[in-house]
């Protein structure tokens, strides 16, 4: 066998069946819904498991028929055709429902469960006062940013929690030491600008077009963008030509990467149909001779729209 071995083939690359390229992203919404379904079904079980676990809660009913219905659904869409997105349309139509319902039972098992697992505060709380608790389901302890409810309404806080634990979160706790972040927007002429937002542990540049130019981890110095002419930054929208020879629901042509369209002019179409009788129905489909695109995002004071101007025609036909 080792003899044999040594004249083997070595490949250095991905492994994939080349007729499901485009499965990582055709549906999207499935893996989306898989994913937090997976997510949901370890925290229950965990709460539960918690609940059981502690001799204060011994009385709680571990919902095992409620858990099994949930991991058989979630299995269910798990099947080769369905998670990877290449199935019939009607097969993602149910998908969506099944999700839903693993949604809908999982957060209620999940509220029902916490409220009996977190420790109740004796008395009443004072009055505008509301408390909070950060849980951590994982294994290993946590420090996030997250948004709090409070009277002067939301407001952003951190919270420290251990291991498989949790913690109080008071909305009137200072920011830790450290946690600041710095906003620079600079004026550089001829209508460039550049934004810089930094902190502790990381730098990130934007461009005058919300590009992000630049994401440097500052402990270690190391550059997570890489800048080229094709690119352009870290953020940036692109568009490919999606005309597969085979399976257009979900494939993708492996010359599609040659074919962006980031600074060329793109025509869409979209068809509307109104049927006048069993015999007769109107089609207009309108072309749209360059994309309609607007994307804002604001920091702080500083505003960024790019826009791209668009003309369109309009043809109609009928039978």
Known sequence: MLTRARVCGCTRDEQYFEYHRG????????????????????????????????ERHGAAVYPRAQLEQMWRLTLLNQFHDVIPGTSIPEVFADSAVHYAQIQSTGNMLLQSGLRSLLPQRDGA????????????????????????????????VIAETPACGWAAVSPS??????????????????????????????????????????????????????????????????????????????????????????????RSTAPHSLMLSPQHTHTQRRATKSVHRRVSRCWSAAHFAPRSRSSSRSATRAH
């Open 173 to 266: 706790a200072p920011p830790a030491d450290g946690e600041t972040v710095e906003l620079v927007d600079t004026e550089l002429g001829d209508g460039r600008r550049s934004l810089v937002l930094r902190n502790a542990h990381v730098s990130a540049s934007f461009d005058e077009r919300a590009h992000l130019v630049s994401l440097v981890h500052l402990p270690t110095g190391k550059q997570a963008i890489a800048l080229d002419a094709q690119r352009g930054g870290g953020n940036r929208f692109a568009l490919f030509l999606d005309s597969p020879l085979y399976w257009d629901a979900w494939d993708v042509d492996v010359y599609h990467l040659g074919t962006l369209l980031a600074r060329k002019p793109c």
């Open 125 to 156: 709380p004072a009055a505008g006062e509301r408390t909070f608790v950060a849980v951590n389901t994982l294994a290993v302890p946590r420090r996030e940013v997250v948004e709090l409810e409070s009277a002067s309404g939301k407001q952003l």
């Open 23 to 54: 499965t990582y992203t055709t549906q999207a919404r499935n893996k989306l819904g898989n994913r937090r379904a997976e997510g949901l079904l370890h925290d229950v079980e965990f709460v539960y498991s918690a609940l059981a676990a502690g």
